[in-house]
């Protein structure tokens, strides 16, 4: 099972979730290959994807063990901390914001791609996270 190119709107709010829940219709199943794979749909299509956001929206109970899965398989990822309300809406728990780091062979710089990296973390605590 590979990759879909869906050209979705990345959007916020309600329209992100409406593309995460795309992605986890795109790859079904709970095996720990499905999992990735919708981890990896997320951080291209949706910019990033949050602890939170992986469980609720991809059903990846542990994402930061399919994170450490697909780092193993190559893939360059960074992580971010956020604080971010409790889904009851209490006291804000940190957590990890998960960004996929582009092909650095000919892609963007590490400079650019850190700078991804802060402005998609600044975006999240400024957005309020969820909605």
Known sequence: MGYKKTGR???DGATRKSLLQQIHADFPGNDSGAQRLRLLAAMR???HITTTEARLFL???NPSQ???ELRDQGAKIDTAWTLEPSEAGRDPH??????LVPNQGGGIAAELAGLIL???VAGLLLGGGLQ
Do not use: F, I, P, S
């Open 45 to 47: 299509e949706a910019g």
């Open 94 to 99: 940190r957590q990890a914001c998960y960004v």
């Open 66 to 68: 399919r994170v450490t």
């Open 59 to 61: 059903e990846v109970m």
């Open 118 to 120: 802060l402005a998609t």
């Open 9 to 11: 709107d990345r959007g």
